[in-house]
């Protein structure tokens, strides 16, 4: 079955170019003309595999509407905008995107990524599934990692601080597990990028950018991540 991926930018001009791209290398296309639309046809019978996301369009920004996908989608979300200052390619990984390419962009590179995402969210499915028991050998039980103050359940992907739930996305929630599962031992951005996200093209920013999401969500009364300046990152809670 060919892979669909969704274009979400107001520029016809635009979209015809990556239709042009996309399907000569056998790619399904839906393209949005907006974020509304997007909405729509994600919520009727659109399910593509991949997005590609502008930023400035009218009514509903590229930013808001990857904000509304990430609470309810979990999908590849690469950002495609003339906007290519710093600041806008940390806001748009913070928010929850995979990725982020400026325009003009080169076709090759454009296609790499997207390959390299799809293959990356591919390795993520298969790994659950198989990580997952047999129904009929299903077990009740619950895995629970616990340290002071924390709590995270892993079947359930659910975190708590004390009594209190706290709301994290796929990507923080497998990072903070990676981390909290091999507390005490020092990773760079570059084997936290390998080991959570997968090998190919992508950003350490985003490692960055979901620790500080990570810290500002858990770190209320006591620090559990800690930075090895020069190195990188290690989890120090205190297993109980």
């Known amino acids: 079955m060919k892979e669909t991926i969704m274009i979400v930018d107001d520029n016809q001009e635009i979209f015809e170019l990556l239709?042009?791209?996309?399907e000569n290398e056998g790619y399904e296309v839906v393209w949005a003309e907006n974020g509304e639309q997007a909405l729509v046809k994600l919520e009727a019978d659109a399910q593509p595999n991949l997005i590609l996301l502008d930023i400035m369009m009218p009514h509903m920004s590229g930013y808001e509407l990857c904000a509304q996908i990430r609470r309810e989608r979990d999908m590849p979300i690469i950002f495609l905008s003339a906007k290519g200052k710093p600041v806008d390619k940390v806001v748009g990984l913070e928010i929850g995107a995979d990725d982020y390419i400026t325009k003009p962009f080169d076709a090759e590179e454009l296609l790499a990524r997207i390959r390299a995402h799809l293959r990356r969210y591919e390795r993520i499915r298969k790994q659950t599934q198989e990580e997952q028991p047999p129904k009929e050998t299903a077990s009740p039980a619950i895995t629970v990692l616990r340290f002071k103050g924390l709590e995270i359940h892993k079947e359930t992907y659910s975190?708590?601080?004390g009594e209190q739930k706290v709301e994290l996305s796929t990507k923080e929630f497998q990072l903070l597990l990676f981390l909290a599962e091999n507390a005490g031992i020092v990773f760079t951005r570059e084997q936290i990028y390998d080991r959570v996200w997968g090998y190919g093209y992508g950003s350490l920013n985003t490692v960055?950018?979901?620790i500080k999401n990570l810290r500002e969500k858990l770190e209320v009364e006591r620090t559990f991540i800690k930075?090895?300046?020069g190195t990188g990152y290690v989890f120090i809670g205190e297993r109980l």
């Open 19 to 22: 239709q042009d791209i996309l």
């Open 208 to 210: 960055t950018v979901h």
């Open 227 to 229: 930075t090895q300046w």
């Open 159 to 161: 975190v708590y601080i």
